[in-house]
């Protein structure tokens, strides 16, 4: 089992930038593909990215593509979230999740039941 650990939420202005990260810890980081989802007010939880267990590979929601970029730094067992061009409705809690399965290339395709272990989220608010 991993642990995961969201960090770097916040207020932001309409416009703005701000990066959320997730520290892991407990298993081999290097070897799990991540993912980033977020959860409105009301609304289900969504996928926004993932990224493969090499890092070589990404996947975006229609979303958020061309705004925030995906990364991961498998030295200090962090995944990144880059988000650009912030919106209000990007205002959300977002969560950090780990792959259940072992050197995933392909992160097209994977769905929330892929990801087995999950942070407890950080909050994103943008104003406008």
């Known amino acids: 089992q991993v642990q995961l650990l969201e960090s770097g939420g916040g207020l932001v202005q309409a416009g703005d930038s701000l990066r959320v990260s997730c520290a892991a810890s407990?298993?081999?980081?290097?070897?799990?593909?991540m993912g980033w989802f977020r959860q409105a007010p009301g609304k289900d939880r969504e996928f926004i990215a993932a990224?493969?267990?090499?890092?070589?590979?990404?996947y975006y929601a229609d979303s958020v593509k061309g705004r925030f970029t995906i990364s991961r730094n498998s030295a200090k067992s962090t995944v990144y979230l880059q988000m650009n061009s912030l919106k209000p409705e990007d205002t959300a809690v977002y969560y950090c999740?780990?792959?259940?399965?072992?050197?995933?290339?392909?992160?097209?395709?994977?769905?929330?039941?892929?990801?087995?272990?999950w942070g407890q989220g950080t909050q994103v608010t943008v104003s406008s």
């Open positions: 999740a780990a792959d259940r399965r072992r050197l995933r290339s392909s992160v097209g395709t994977m769905s929330p039941a892929d990801f087995g272990s």
């Open positions: 407990g298993r081999t980081f290097s070897d799990y593909a």
């Open positions: 990224v493969s267990w090499g890092g070589g590979n990404t």
